[in-house]
């Protein structure tokens, strides 16, 4: 069966960094996208982009380009997420949701990995 | 960037009643190919979202016909007749039809 399982949660003081991961299986990684979503606490959902699991090519929302950074382990049928220079608003819980390139829906989700920003 | 608007913020139900759930965007969301993308998510409580219904009226596998989504080009609403305990949780819509994607603020779905 397709699953998507993501990493463990995280506790981070401010200005660190964090890599999660979404790895998956039961389908054929390359056949789609791989999309990132945040949730903060209490709040609703917000699409961060996705990343082109056939060319590796990352697409970024405006709200987080420039510390986020969406990358691939192929081989493995891993997608990551990695975020530098955490600052508290990135308290949050983070999903993965496998998509299609265009005219996306997200039929597939991680169980999500909660990162908590806290000196 | 389109907006998803949804109401109402919350709905309470008797177990076996309907209740409908509506969505509005700020943009047309039916394409020149006729489909129109808006798409359903549930998320339940402490779980990560489950697909619900694409392309505004087709349900995803698995999913109860108890369930059926309908609209227009901008105005969207998510049925769910015989309402069970299982429901609860948060129900949000959201666009396919460009980058970037958003969401609705979600509405939040209580048994009585």
């Known amino acids: 069966q397709i699953q998507l399982v993501q990493s463990g949660p995280e506790l981070k003081k401010p200005g660190e960094s964090v890599k999660i991961s979404c790895k998956a299986s039961?389908?054929?990684?390359?056949?789609?996208?791989m999309h990132w979503v945040k949730q903060a606490p209490g709040k609703g959902l917000k699409w961060m982009g996705w990343?082109?699991?056939?060319?590796?090519?990352?697409t970024y929302a405006d709200d987080f380009k420039g510390r986020f950074v969406f990358s691939l382990e192929a081989s493995a049928s891993t997608a990551n997420l990695q975020i530098s220079n955490l600052k508290n608003e990135d308290t949050a819980t983070y999903f993965c949701?496998?998509?299609?390139?265009?005219?996306?829906?997200?039929?597939?989700w991680g169980q999500g990995v909660m990162v908590t920003v806290s000196s | 960037d389109i907006v998803m608007t949804q109401a109402p913020l919350s709905v309470s139900v008797t177990p076996g009643e309907s209740a409908s759930i509506s969505c509005r965007s700020s943009?047309?969301?039916?394409?020149?190919?006729?489909?129109?993308?808006v798409n359903w998510y549930l998320q339940k409580p402490g779980k990560s979202p489950q697909f619900l219904i694409y392309?505004?009226?087709n349900l995803a596998s698995g999913v109860p016909d108890r369930f059926s989504g309908s609209g227009s080009e901008t105005d969207f609403t998510l049925k769910i007749s015989k309402v069970e305990t299982e429901d609860v949780g948060v129900y949000y819509c959201?666009?396919?039809?460009?980058?970037?994607?958003?969401f609705g603020s979600g509405t939040k779905l209580e048994i009585k």
């Open positions: 949701a496998r998509g299609r390139t265009t005219k996306a829906y997200f039929d597939y």
């Open positions: 039961g389908y054929t990684f390359t056949d789609y996208a």
């Open positions: 990343i082109n699991t056939y060319t590796g090519k990352p």
């Open positions: 943009k047309s969301l039916l394409h020149s190919n006729g489909n129109t993308y």
């Open positions: 392309r505004m009226s």
């Open positions: 959201g666009h396919g039809l460009e980058y970037p994607l958003t």
